[in-house]
């Protein structure tokens, strides 16, 4: 039998509390679609890591398991040094070639898999990585997933002397341009995160912004959308 108790709390007849878990933090919502990227693992290839803190935990998962992969393609500097740290070798893509798979994270995804990346910095060498990939696997919490993409402001990465130039041009096709001072991505150039986007068409839209002179890359990832998006969620990990 049981007698009354708390919420959050179920009492035995010898009244030892048994305590459950109300919500899931968010943090684990990461670390659950992280580790169910492991599954998408084979023996001894080489893996394409991105960038973010949902990859953090994915490298985290790869170190207990570093014997079975032959070493990684990093996205970053910042992946770079979390990996080497861990004891996982960083190999350089031009020695690699075409990678099996690639992991990686989003600020926005929607149930057809298109995504905008780039809140850390890393669009450029995220999407080189993944467009060398077989299967692009990426991992978010589920308070990434929207119906449209937009609310997130969309990242372009500029040659530093045409950052006003395109700031200009973005402007002209309804964005509000904010130059992200103070940061300089690991390629040397700048950022404009563009807010006031309503993206009904992704793939048209990366490929207007990306022929925009000065432009290194815009963070859609559209046009090469992920092959697999698993979300972590209250209950477990959803697959799309």
Not at 60 to 78: F, K, P, Q, Y
Not at 82 to 96: P, Q
Not at 157 to 172: G, K, N, T
Not at 182 to 187: G, I, K, Y
Request: hydrophobic content about 45%; glycine content about 10%; aromatic content about 4%.
């Amino acid at each position: 039998m049981t007698v009354p108790a708390q919420a959050g709390t179920v009492v035995s007849a010898a009244r030892k509390p048994l305590q459950f878990p109300l919500a899931v933090h968010p943090d684990d919502r990461k670390k659950r679609a992280a580790h169910a990227a492991l599954d998408y693992l084979t023996d001894g290839v080489v893996v394409g890591v991105g960038t973010g803190s949902t990859v953090n935990h994915f490298i985290d998962a790869l170190a207990g398991i570093r014997g079975r992969i032959a070493g990684a393609v990093s996205s970053s500097e910042a992946s770079t040094a979390r990996l080497g740290a861990t004891g996982i070798e960083v190999l350089d893509l031009n020695s690699v070639g075409s990678l099996e798979l690639y992991v990686d994270g989003a600020d926005e995804a929607t149930a057809h898999r298109h995504l905008i990346k780039g809140g850390g910095g890393a669009l450029t060498r995220e999407k080189i990585v993944a467009a060398a990939s077989r299967r692009f696997v990426c991992i978010v919490d589920d308070s990434k997933l929207v119906d449209v993409l937009g609310r997130f402001p969309l990242p372009v990465e500029v040659i530093p002397m045409a950052r006003s130039f395109v700031a200009r041009q973005l402007s002209m096709r309804g964005g509000r341009p904010v130059w992200r001072e103070r940061f300089v991505t690991d390629n040397g150039n700048h950022i404009l995160d563009v807010h006031n986007l309503t993206i009904l068409d992704p793939p048209a839209l990366e490929s207007e912004i990306n022929q925009i002179p000065g432009v290194v890359t815009v963070g859609l990832f559209a046009r090469r959308p992920a092959d697999v998006l698993l979300i972590g969620e209250a209950a477990g990990v959803k697959r799309l």
